[in-house]
């Protein structure tokens, strides 16, 4: 257990409202990453993270922001939010090690915007 | 052409039998490669990581080809809670961090 928590685990709001989904983790590892998971596409990439304050963007980063102020917590934001973000987001941490950066995931947030 | 690349099965097989996936990647630049397992509406879960060398975990083996730029994993004797999706890892970190994910592939064991 990588002691990763996501909130809201689901979510279902309106087109053109500001969403943020939280990703907590507990045991300030460095890299963190935002991940969404549509039907046929497999996991992709939006945002990570490799310290506090540094992100850099993933293959499908427009319309979301992050930010990292604490060790401990990935924010995802949709500004305003579209139909095409309906979604599952997972996050993720990294643990550098042996193999390079294995990544274990949180349980995911089921994101529906009407 | 997809950087990553799984036949989406989905695999169906009885109980006990031994069954393979392959996974081609496009990148040959790519340094590290891992199958994840997913159940359904479940997150990733990491089964194994491949080493050039070839690696076993019980019943499952898996391989890198690096010359054809393929992964593949095999089960043996495969059990009912096999069932799943395997995702297909590849990453890098040339010219940026990237970690591409394949689409998957569904198996389904079968008493």
């Known amino acids: 257990d990588a002691g990763i928590t996501q909130s809201p685990r689901h979510k279902v709001t309106e087109t053109g409202t500001p969403v943020t989904l939280r990703c907590h983790q507990t045991?300030?590892?460095?890299?963190m990453y935002w991940y969404r998971q549509d039907p046929g596409h497999g996991l992709r990439l939006i945002h990570y993270?490799?310290?506090?304050?540094?992100?850099d963007k993933g293959e499908v980063s427009d319309g979301y922001s992050v930010s990292r102020s604490k060790t401990e917590d990935f924010l995802l934001t949709l500004e305003s939010a579209t139909s095409s973000q309906t979604s599952v987001y997972f996050c993720?941490?990294?643990?550098?090690?042996?193999?390079?950066?294995?990544?274990?995931f949180g349980p995911g947030t089921r994101l529906t915007v009407l | 052409r997809k950087e990553v690349e799984q036949d989406p099965g989905p695999f169906n097989v009885p109980e006990g039998a031994t069954v393979a996936f392959n996974c081609t990647y496009s990148?040959?630049?790519?340094?590290?490669f891992f199958w994840y397992r997913q159940d359904c509406r479940k997150e990733p879960k990491l089964l194994m990581s491949?080493?050039?060398s070839g690696n076993e975990d019980g019943r499952f083996t898996a391989q890198l080809n690096r010359a054809s730029q393929y992964i593949s994993l095999l089960i043996r004797d495969s059990k009912l809670s096999d069932s799943a999706t395997y995702l297909c890892?590849?990453?890098?970190?040339?010219?940026?961090?990237?970690?591409?994910f394949g689409a998957g592939t569904r198996l389904f064991v079968k008493a």
């Open positions: 993720a941490i990294g643990i550098a090690g042996r193999t390079y950066n294995e990544q274990f």
């Open positions: 045991e300030n590892h460095r890299y």
């Open positions: 993270s490799y310290g506090v304050k540094d992100t």
């Open positions: 990148n040959s630049a790519s340094q590290s």
């Open positions: 491949v080493y050039s």
């Open positions: 890892v590849v990453g890098s970190n040339t010219g940026g961090f990237k970690t591409i």
